[in-house]
């Protein structure tokens, strides 16, 4: 059964960083896109980053634009999520997921169950 599991999460200091890692079970993941999405406490679930299959292009949305990384290592069946410069408004769980079209990271069908990320000083 194909799904994804989240790890890396954890509770830093602003300014802080931390790695995320989604590892592929059950499928390769040079078949997907991936995105990052994050869902704060009482807002609505957004789209961090994505990737391609290929990990050529990679989109951010303009408040992680400079600060977060995504990368993939096909090898490893596994997407990273580098985040530098952590701010509270980075707090939240973080998902990765199966992109259903790349363009405007729209999520597939498979997801992780997320990794709790909290900044705080």
């Known amino acids: 059964q194909p799904q994804l599991v989240e790890s890396g999460g954890g509770l830093v200091q602003p300014g802080g960083s931390l790695r995320l890692s989604c590892v592929a079970s059950g499928f390769t993941l040079n078949r997907y896109g991936i995105g990052w999405f994050r869902q704060a406490p009482g807002k609505e679930r957004e789209g961090v980053s994505c990737i391609s299959r290929s990990g050529g292009i990679t989109n951010y949305t303009d408040s992680v634009k400079g600060r977060f990384t995504t990368s993939k290592d096909d090898a490893k069946n596994t997407v990273y999520l580098q985040m530098n410069s952590l701010n509270g408004e980075d707090t939240g769980v973080y998902y990765c997921?199966?992109?259903?079209?790349?363009?405007?990271?729209?999520?597939?069908?498979?997801w992780g169950q997320g990794t709790q990320v909290t900044v705080s000083a």
């Open positions: 997921a199966t992109l259903q079209q790349l363009r405007g990271c729209v999520p597939g069908d498979i």
